[in-house]
T-cell receptor
Framework: GAGVSQSPSNKVTEKGKDVELRCDPI?????LYWYRQSLGQGLEFLIY????????KSGLPSDRFSAERTGGSVSTLTIQRTQQEDSAVYLC?????????????FGSGTRLTVV | DAKTTQPPSMDCAEGRAANLPCNHS???????VYWYRQIHSQGPQYIIH???NNETNEMASLIITEDRKSSTLILPHATLRDTAVYYC??????????????FGKGTKLTVNP
């Protein structure tokens, strides 16, 4: 597609439930990133996929968070047993592997509210 | 950790130039300066980048000091739609998406009518 697509755009869930957030990157982009942005805060790096390499999970805040990227394209971020502090906008970005200009393109995000 | 420091907020009058500073005193010789902005409720958007020469594109100009320890993003004629959080980032060039992009807290620019 023309851009990075994220779904759903909004998600309200009850505390303790599991949620899945989806990201469709730009076709051909080998790098995919997940960030989290809490209200009034900056972007917090969560996880990074690059081609077939092992993902960089160094930003995942707890073992309740996990992500997969199937076939080098679509990615799913899963949050298990959601807590109220998980409420945030979850942003996905994709990029070509190399190039002088990072070429990061961000999606519009999924706004997660845990009640 | 972010390698840059920016003022948390700035104001600018509509139609005037907005000059957003960024300090990156520990920048390495092969690191570029990149600027992104995030308009409310949207994902960050690329603006401009540079190594040591001043750069200009249709969105903005980037002025980098000779010692490369600081830079200024210039929006020549700010409009209300330029109200956003502006992020200054330094990273090695040529790596594209081969490493993560670390964002600091940025500068909240408010353009006033």
């Amino acid at each position: 597609g023309a851009g990075v697509s994220q779904s759903p755009s909004n998600k309200v869930t009850e505390k303790g439930k599991d949620v899945e957030l989806r990201c469709d990157p730009i076709s051909g982009h080998t790098a995919l990133y997940w960030y989290r942005q809490s209200l009034g805060q900056g972007l917090e790096f969560l996880i990074y996929f690059q081609g077939n390499s092992a993902p960089d999970k160094s930003g995942l805040p707890s073992d309740r968070f996990s992500a997969e990227r199937t076939g080098g394209s679509v990615s799913t971020l899963t949050i298990q047993r959601t807590q109220q502090e998980d409420s945030a906008v979850y942003l996905c970005a994709s990029a070509e592997q190399f190039g002088l200009h990072p070429g990061y393109t961000f999606g519009s995000g999924t706004r997660l509210t845990v009640v | 950790d972010a390698k840059t420091t920016q003022p948390p907020s700035m104001d600018c009058a509509e139609g005037r130039a907005a000059n957003l500073p960024c300090n990156h005193s520990t920048i390495s010789g092969n690191e570029y300066v990149y600027w992104y902005r995030q308009i409310h409720s949207q994902g960050p958007q690329y603006i401009i980048h540079g190594l040591k020469n001043n750069e200009t594109n249709e969105m903005a100009s980037l002025i980098i000091t000779e010692d490369r320890k600081s830079s200024t993003l210039i929006l020549p004629h700010a409009t209300l739609r330029d109200t956003a959080v502006y992020y200054c980032i330094v990273r090695v060039g040529g790596k594209g998406g081969s490493e993560k992009l670390v964002f600091g807290k940025g500068t909240k620019l408010t353009v006033n009518p």
